[in-house]
């Protein structure tokens, strides 16, 4: 695999693949990698011919310092997950190549910025749209692979895409769970054996959601999921929606795509789980 920490290095290396006419996928990552980030390069290596990932914890896109200062890195650990996986290429800038200073970004993607995880962490999705665009700009993938985990991400980063018309088709790519049913996630690692068996509330109640999902008792199940979340012992529930899965409004009994969208702290560590229902 080879490694870039500069733009321009890179932008070289996949300009000499292109007028090779070779198709690029990119899956971009804060790095910590876990099988479900390699499972995004499974789905890139399957859909294009070079895939680059890139590695790289982005500043502007944490609103809180101290999830940033703990943000785990590291960076051995995952070259050799990425060479083990068959990865082409990393691109693992410092800030200082990815940011001049302080800059000013601000994109208008209106309401999804501020509904649910935006809510709850302001500025983010400014931060995420402002980095992707940037690593867009560098490797001009034609595919990006992104997780459900991130199901609002994936939508802020498609709304981009059109607003800016770029030229890259995003391609969303299941949630990985651990066996006992935990999404996987970089932050995982933060949660204390109590925390993880505390956490396992998530993917019981979207499980049981899915099993009891019925469109005309959307309200009521709704409040009876948050209720069982909010009855762990440990876990404090952020929001739990049972959304439109294109806008993330709450869904009504027309709505056609209907995803279940839940985020809590357990412990200290923020944790966000989901399930596509209809
Ligand atoms: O989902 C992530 O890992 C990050 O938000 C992303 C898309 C790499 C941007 O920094």
Redesign the pocket.
């Known amino acids: 695999m080879k490694i870039f920490t500069k733009r321009k290095d890179l932008s070289q290396y996949l300009e000499q693949l292109r007028s090779d006419g070779k198709t690029i996928g990119f899956v971009?990552?804060?790095g910590a990698l876990h099988n479900g980030h390699l499972s995004l390069l499974v789905r890139a290596q399957q859909e294009t011919d070079k895939v680059v990932c890139?590695i790289?914890v982005?500043p502007t896109?944490f609103n809180d310092p101290k999830d940033l200062e703990k943000y785990p890195r590291p960076i051995t650990a995952d070259i050799e997950k990425l060479e083990q996986a068959g990865c082409d290429a990393l691109f693992n800038p410092e800030v200082s190549e990815m940011y001049a200073g302080n800059e000013q970004w601000h994109l208008e993607i209106g309401e999804l910025e501020h509904l649910l995880e935006g809510k709850f962490r302001p500025g983010h999705y400014q931060?995420?749209t402002q980095?992707?665009f940037k690593?867009f700009n560098i490797v001009k993938p034609d595919k990006a692979f992104?997780?459900q985990k991130?199901y609002q991400?994936v939508l802020v980063?498609q709304k981009m895409v059109e607003i800016l018309k770029l030229p890259v088709k995003l391609v969303m790519c299941p949630i990985l769970r651990e066996t006992d049913g935990l999404a996987m996630s970089s932050r995982n690692i933060h949660l204390s054996a109590g925390d993880r068996q505390h956490a396992l509330v998530l993917s019981k109640t979207l499980n049981w959601l899915m099993e009891n999902f019925d469109r005309t008792k959307m309200p009521a199940l709704t409040r009876e999921c948050a209720a069982m979340i909010s009855a762990e012992p440990g876990v404090e529930l952020e929001y739990f929606e049972i959304a439109n899965g294109e806008n993330l409004h709450k869904s009504d009994q027309q709505t056609k795509e209907i995803v279940a969208l839940v985020a809590v702290k357990v412990g200290v560590t923020r944790l966000i789980d989901n399930m596509i229902l209809a």
């Open positions: 971009p990552t804060l890139s790289f982005n896109q931060g995420v980095v992707v690593l992104f997780g991130d991400q980063i």
